[in-house]
């Protein structure tokens, strides 16, 4: 059997590696299975792909599609035309694709028209809302996929309200905690741990990329500015994301409070998260990995996809309210953050799970 992994953003490197590391193993068990893997160049910022690769030691890919830059519409186009080529000349059993990017959408498409079997990892999380690229991107990669690998069983009835049968659904975990507890204890301080004076529990960690809270200037500066008073006396740690970094060229902003670094390698950010008092994000998988490592979360945005990091997990949401932002900055501050425990199944064993179903279920 062969399957033919895609990777193409930030989040699914972290989710492809221990797949490829759990292929490995069944292979070295004598079962009959193999991996391609293709980098559709996505992203193509060392800082948010080379590096992942490197620390998670994700192998070289077989290909790079180099389909970077352009609108979502020039992206997808580009990916399907270059990914059809790759799959008529090496004809996998499976594709695999992870996640809900661009590259997640386009790779499923062109392999399901193609007539091969495509399953998709982390399926059935939903925002409900429709002004999130992601979610047209789930919506259709779930709508062709021939099996799902669920993150959580509330994942599991939304495929069920979609009338997925059952017998393609797979509750399996989270991928994403699989390289945490694999690489926790690797993890190392970034280059400015020292020369900005950070100490553990002793500063907040932020990130913001999503384009409704970063692509208008004015917005975006109204933010910062209320994330910087109301956490005054303590330290705020901001990893710039590309697209967040082009619209604060404009703005030239400085604050006492607020450090602006770069972005961070996979090792040196979940340091950054592991150590923070608390996390204040509109990132989905950041939710996870806080979750996880038990650390105070806030996001940013009025739904989310990962409802269980809010129901078990540290998360909270409190989208562009002032006074919810205030009440749980102070909460972080003052360490009196709500008591909150690990989803079921992230445990790190997921991707031995979901190589297990395909080789039972799928070979």
């Known amino acids: 059997m062969l399957i033919t992994i895609v990777a193409g953003a930030r989040p699914n490197f972290i989710k492809i590696s221990p797949i490829i590391n759990a292929i490995k193993s069944a ?20 800082s948010m792909s080379g590096d992942f690769f490197d620390q998670l030691g994700i192998p070289v890919p077989d290909t790079n599609l180099q389909c970077g830059g352009g609108t979502q519409a020039q992206q997808a186009a580009m990916i ?58 789930r919506i259709i990669t779930d709508a062709i996929s021939d099996a799902y690998f669920t993150t959580s069983l ?70 910062l500015t209320t994330i910087a008073n109301l956490a005054s006396g303590i330290k705020v740690v901001f990893p710039i994301h590309p ?36 996390v204040i994000t509109d990132s989905g998988g950041i939710t996870e990995e806080a979750t996880y490592l038990k650390v105070p979360c806030i996001t940013l945005r009025n739904s989310t996809e990962r409802p269980e990091t809010v129901l078990y997990g540290t998360n909270e949401l409190v989208g562009d309210d002032p006074e919810k932002l205030e009440k749980y900055i102070s909460l972080m501050k003052a360490g009196t953050w709500k008591e909150s425990s690990c989803p ?16 039972t279920e799928y070979a």
């Open 27 to 46: 292979k070295n068990e004598n079962f009959d299975i193999n991996y391609r893997l293709v980098h559709t160049g996505q992203h193509f910022d060392k």
């Open 80 to 137: 399907m035309v270059e990914f059809e080529k790759e799959l008529s000349q090496f004809k996998p059993n499976i594709v695999l694709v992870v996640g809900d990017v661009t590259s997640t959408m386009a790779c499923a498409i062109t392999a399901k028209k193609m007539g091969i079997r495509t399953v998709h990892v982390e399926a059935g999380i939903r925002s409900g809302d429709m002004t999130m690229p992601e979610e047209i991107n």
């Open 154 to 223: 509330i994942a599991n009835n939304n495929l069920r309200a979609l009338s997925i049968p059952e017998h393609k659904i797979h509750f399996v975990g989270n991928t994403m905690i699989d390289t945490l507890v694999q690489q926790i204890s690797y993890l190392k301080e970034p280059c400015f741990w020292n020369s900005l004076n950070l100490t553990s529990n002793e500063y907040l960690l932020l990130t913001l990329h999503r384009p409704s809270n970063v692509d208008d200037p004015i917005k975006l500066k109204s933010l």
């Open 243 to 278: 697209r967040t970094s082009n619209v604060l060229s404009q703005l030239k902003l400085a604050f006492e409070n607020i450090e602006f670094v770069s972005p961070q390698p996979y090792l040196e950010f979940i340091y950054l998260i592991k150590n923070a008092r608390g």
């Open 344 to 359: 079921i199944l992230w445990d790190g064993q997921t991707a031995k799970r979901i190589v297990n179903v395909l080789l």
